[in-house]
C-alpha cells in the first residue's frame, strides 16, 4: 500500500513539473515574441512576473527590455 502511495506521489510531482515546463515554455515564447533577449526572458518565464504586464511595458510603452526587468523582477 505505501509503494502504491509514493508512485501516485511521484506520478504527481512529476505531472506538475511537466505542466510547470509547459507554462515557463509558452511565457519564454510569448515574452521573446515581444522583444526580451533570451537571458531576460527566460528569467522572467521562471518568475511570477505578469505576463501581461511585462508584455505592455515592452509593446505599449516602448520600455527597454532590461527596464521592464528591473520593474518585474
Known sequence: MEELELMEDVTTVEIERDERAKVESWRLHVLIEAGYPLPLAER???????????????????????LAAEILL
Not at 44 to 66: F, K, M, W
Open 44 to 66: 522572467i518565464a521562471q518568475s511570477g512576473a505578469d505576463l501581461h504586464e511585462a508584455v505592455t511595458l515592452v509593446v505599449n510603452y516602448s520600455c527597454r527590455p532590461e
